[in-house]
Nanobody, 122 residues
Framework: VQLQASGGGLVQAGGSLRLSCAAS????????MGWFRQAPGKQREFVAG????????NYADSVKGRFTISRDNAKNTIYLQMNGLKPEDTAVYYC????????????????WGQGTQVTVSS
């Protein structure tokens, strides 16, 4: 499956952005999806994950209550709605896909998008 992330940009602290990740190729609805991020000099970290049906979601503690992951299987797309953005949310955001269940480890994911930059100014 090929993944294309978009929607990043520059926003002031407290603002909002919505990221999208469009999938093509294999059957999108068979894959668990996740969002990860990587800040300069830091390791890639889990942000949010969503089950095949969309009925189960998982979040990193740092984004709970501020970010919402969702998916539209008819459009082969997942989203990450980010509200209350903070400067520490600045990173390149990646979407990723794998079989079975959401995990927090980047190396468990088989397919990755190219990343989209999110910059939050203070």
């Amino acid at each position: 499956v090929q993944l294309q992330a978009s929607g990043g940009g520059l926003v002031q602290a407290g603002g909002s952005l919505r990221l999208s990740c469009a999938a093509s190729g294999r059957t999108f609805s068979n894959y668990v999806m996740g969002w990860f991020r990587q800040a300069p000099g830091k390791q890639r970290e889990f942000v949010a994950g969503i089950s095949v049906s969309g009925g189960t979601t998982n979040y990193a503690d740092s984004v709970k209550g501020r970010f919402t992951i969702s998916r539209d299987n008819a459009k082969n797309t997942i989203y990450l709605q980010m509200n209350g953005l903070k400067p520490e949310d600045t990173a390149v955001y990646y979407c990723a896909a794998r079989w079975y269940a959401v995990t927090y480890r980047p190396h468990d994911y088989d397919y990755w998008g190219q990343g989209t930059q999110v910059t939050v100014s203070s």
